[in-house]
C-alpha cells in the first residue's frame, strides 16, 4: 500500500525523468543556487584568473585589456619582504591560537557538561565573547591593554616594555590570545554537542576498571570527541588565516613596524589601497593553498583512520 | 569523583566565567567614567567619577542611531534572505526528491569552509566595480545573503519531521508550497528561531565587507563607523577611551541582550549538526 501511495500512477514525463520525482525541489532551491555560484563559485574562478593577468581597477562599463602574466604578479608578491613577514605572522598567530584553543574548550566543554549548579549562567559567560562583535570586544582590550591599562596596572613591574600591543615580541601572542578568548565559546559549543554522543556506559565501565577522572579523560572523551576536534582544528585554523580586524584595530593596522601584520591585512593594503589586485589576489591564492596543506596535515594526524 | 575535586571543578570554572565576563563589565564602568581611571580602583563604579557624557560624545562623532538603523537594515536583509530562501532549499533538500539534491547538500556543506579572503578581492572587483553596488544596502546584503549552516539546521529539522504528514496533505490535493507553509513551517518554530540568532550575529558584527563595500559615512553600519572611529578620529578626543567603550556598548548591546533572552534556543546539538552536517 505505502509504495501505491508514494508513487501514484500518473504518467511518468521526459522532465520527471531527467529532474527527478519532485522537479519542485529543483525550483525552490534555485536562488540558493544561483546565490553560490554568484558569491563563491564564480568569485572563486576569477580570483584565480586574476592573480595570472595584468588585472587594475578600471570604471564601471570600461574594457581593459588584461594579458595573461604568468606568475608574474607571485613573483612581485613574495619578493616583498612584508608579504613574507605576514605569513609567518600568522604562523606564530596559529602555533598559539590553535593548540590553546583545541585544549582550552575541550576542557571547558567536559567541565560545563557535567556541571549541574548555574549551568546556564556558565554556558552564558563563555558564548558572549563569541556573539559579541570583534569592534566591540577590540575597544575593550584596548582599554586593558594600552601602556597604562589594567592589565599593565596590576603586573606592575613586570609589564612588559613597551605595552603589549606596541611590543614588536608581544604583538602578535596578544592578538592570538584575544582570538582564542573571543571564539572558544563557539568551539565549547561543538565539543558539548560531541559530548553528548559518548555512551554514559563507558564512563562506567571505565570507572569500574579503575580509571581515575584523569585517565577517563584521555582514554574516553578525548578518543570520543575526536571527529569534533578535527573540525574545530579546521574551523580555527580557516578563522586564524582570515586574520584581518584584530591586527587592524588592535595594532593600528599591523603595528609595531609590521609585526602583526596578517596577509589578509597586506592584501587589503595592496589590493585596494594601492590597487594591485592582482597581487592581492595572488597572496590570497598561496594563503589558501597553505591553508589547505595544514588543513590536510591536521586531518592526517589527527583524523585517525574514521 | 570525589567531593572535593566536583567544588574544584565549580570553582574553576567559575573563575573563568568572570574572566569571560569582566571584559564586558569593565566596558560598562568604563564608558561611564568622566576620566579613564585604569588604577584596580577604577575597575569598581565610583560615584564621584560616573557621567553620561560619553555616550554624548560618541553621538557627536558618529551618528549612533543612523549606524544602529544601518546594521539593522543590513541584518534584516540577511535574515530575510536567509529565512525566505533558505527554508525552501532546507525543505527541498529534506523531503523532495530531485537531481542534484545531493549536489546541493554537498555544496551548502563545502561554502563553509571556504575563506573569504579569497573572494575579498573578486567580490569587490564585481559588487563595486562591475555592479556598482558600493554605498548601498544591497552590495553590503549580496554577500551574505543567504547563511548556508542556516539552510543545513533547517535540513536537519525538516528531516526530523514524519514523512506521513506530507504525504497526508499532498493526498488531500495541497500543493508543495502548501504543505510547507501550512503544514512543514509551523512545526520546525524552534529551528526559526536557532536559525535567527545565529544569522543575526553574522551581519551584525561583520566588519570586513561592510569596512570595504561602504565610504560614505551616513551607510555604514555601526561597526563600520565605530572602528573608524577607533582607527581614525579617537586620538583627538577628549577621553577617547570613555567614547570608544560607549560606542562599544551600543554596538554589543542588542546582540548580548537578545543572547541571553533567547540563550536556550542556542543548542550546542543544533549548531553542532549545523557545522558538521
Redesign the interface.
Known amino acids: 500500500m505505502t509504495t501505491l501511495i508514494e508513487n501514484p500512477p500518473r504518467p511518468v514525463g521526459r522532465a520527471r525523468r531527467i529532474l527527478g520525482r519532485n522537479p519542485l525541489g529543483l525550483l525552490f532551491s534555485a536562488p540558493y543556487l544561483i546565490f553560490v555560484i554568484a558569491v563563491f563559485a564564480y568569485p572563486l574562478i576569477y580570483s584565480i584568473w586574476i592573480s595570472f593577468h595584468d588585472f587594475f581597477f578600471t570604471a564601471p562599463g570600461f574594457e581593459a585589456d588584461r594579458p595573461f602574466v604568468g606568475l608574474t604578479n607571485y613573483l612581485t608578491a613574495f619578493q616583498d619582504p612584508a608579504v613574507i613577514r605576514s605569513f609567518g605572522n600568522v604562523g606564530i598567530f596559529l602555533l598559539i591560537n590553535v593548540p590553546l584553543t583545541v585544549v582550552l574548550s575541550l576542557l571547558l566543554a567536559s567541565g560545563l557538561n557535567r556541571i549541574v549548579h548555574f549551568r546556564t549562567f556558565l554556558r552564558v559567560a563563555y558564548y558572549v565573547p563569541y556573539v559579541t562583535a570583534s569592534v566591540a570586544v577590540v575597544a575593550i582590550w584596548l582599554f586593558l591593554f594600552n601602556g597604562d591599562g589594567l592589565v599593565n596596572t596590576v603586573l606592575g613591574p613586570l609589564a612588559p616594555d613597551p605595552s603589549w600591543l606596541i611590543n614588536s615580541t608581544w604583538a602578535m601572542p596578544t592578538i592570538a590570545f584575544f582570538v582564542t578568548w573571543k571564539q572558544l565559546g563557539f568551539y565549547i559549543l561543538l565539543y558539548l554537542a560531541a559530548l553528548q554522543g559518548i555512551p554514559k556506559e563507558l564512563y562506567e565501565s571505565a570507572s569500574t576498571d579503575g580509571a581515575g577522572p584523569i585517565r577517563s579523560f584521555f582514554s574516553v572523551t578525548v578518543p570520543g570527541v575526536r571527529p569534533a576536534t578535527v573540525l574545530v582544528l579546521l574551523v580555527s585554523t580557516v578563522t586564524g588565516a582570515n586574520l584581518f580586524t584584530e591586527p587592524y584595530l588592535l595594532t593600528g593596522g599591523g603595528g609595531p613596524d609590521g609585526a602583526s601584520a596578517s596577509p589578509v591585512l597586506i592584501m587589503y593594503q595592496k589590493g585596494l589601497q594601492q590597487g594591485q589586485p592582482d597581487v592581492a589576489a595572488a597572496i590570497g591564492v598561496v594563503l589558501v593553498v597553505l591553508v589547505l596543506v595544514v588543513a590536510l596535515l591536521q586531518n592526517r594526524f589527527a583524523g585517525g583512520r574514521d | 569523583?570525589s567531593r572535593f575535586?566536583k567544588i574544584l571543578?565549580?570553582v574553576?570554572?567559575?573563575i573563568?566565567?568572570?574572566a569571560?565576563?569582566f571584559?564586558?563589565y569593565?566596558?560598562i564602568i568604563?564608558s561611564l567614567q568622566t576620566a579613564?581611571d585604569?588604577?584596580?580602583a577604577?575597575?569598581f563604579p565610583n560615584p564621584s567619577n560616573i557621567t553620561g557624557e560619553n555616550y554624548t560624545a560618541i553621538n557627536d562623532r558618529i551618528n549612533l542611531f543612523q549606524g544602529l538603523l544601518n546594521s539593522g537594515i543590513f541584518t534584516g536583509g540577511v535574515l530575510l534572505g536567509t529565512l525566505v530562501?533558505?527554508v525552501?532549499?532546507g525543505?527541498?533538500?529534506a523531503v523532495?526528491?530531485?537531481?542534484?539534491?545531493g549536489v546541493?547538500f554537498a555544496?551548502?556543506l563545502l561554502?563553509q569552509?571556504?575563506?573569504?579572503?579569497?573572494?575579498?578581492?573578486?567580490?569587490?572587483?564585481?559588487i563595486a566595480?562591475?555592479?556598482?553596488l558600493s554605498d548601498n544596502y544591497l552590495g553590503m546584503i549580496?554577500?551574505f545573503?543567504?547563511n548556508?549552516t542556516a539552510?543545513i539546521i533547517f535540513r536537519q529539522y525538516f528531516l526530523q519531521l514524519p514523512k506521513e504528514l506530507f504525504?497526508a496533505a499532498r493526498?488531500d490535493g495541497a500543493g508543495?508550497f502548501a504543505v510547507l507553509r501550512r503544514i512543514a513551517l509551523p512545526l520546525v518554530r524552534p529551528a526559526l528561531i536557532t536559525v535567527v540568532l545565529l544569522t543575526f550575529?553574522g551581519p551584525?558584527?561583520e566588519?570586513?565587507w561592510p569596512f570595504?563595500i561602504t565610504k560614505e559615512a551616513g551607510l555604514q553600519p555601526l561597526?563600520?563607523s565605530?572602528?573608524n572611529y577607533?582607527?581614525n578620529v579617537a586620538a583627538t578626543a577628549a577621553n577617547p577611551?570613555g567614547a570608544?567603550?560607549a560606542?562599544?556598548?551600543v554596538?554589543?548591546g542588542p546582540?548580548?541582550i537578545l543572547?541571553?533572552v533567547f540563550?536556550?534556543y542556542?543548542i550546542?546539538?543544533d549548531?553542532?549538526?549545523g557545522?558538521?552536517g
Open positions: 569523583m575535586q571543578r565549580g574553576v570554572l567559575f573563568g566565567a568572570v569571560f565576563l571584559p564586558f569593565y566596558m568604563g579613564p585604569p588604577t584596580i577604577g575597575a530562501f533558505g525552501l532549499v525543505y527541498a533538500l523532495l526528491q530531485w537531481r542534484g539534491r546541493t555544496l551548502a561554502v569552509v571556504v575563506p573569504f579572503q579569497l573572494l575579498m578581492v573578486p567580490l569587490y572587483v564585481l566595480r562591475d555592479y556598482g549580496l554577500p545573503a543567504i548556508s539552510v504525504e493526498i508543495e550575529i551584525w558584527n566588519f570586513l570595504l561597526a563600520v565605530l572602528a577607533i582607527s577611551f570608544t567603550l560606542g562599544a556598548a554596538l554589543a546582540v548580548v543572547f541571553i540563550q536556550r542556542f550546542s546539538t549548531i553542532g549538526s557545522v558538521k
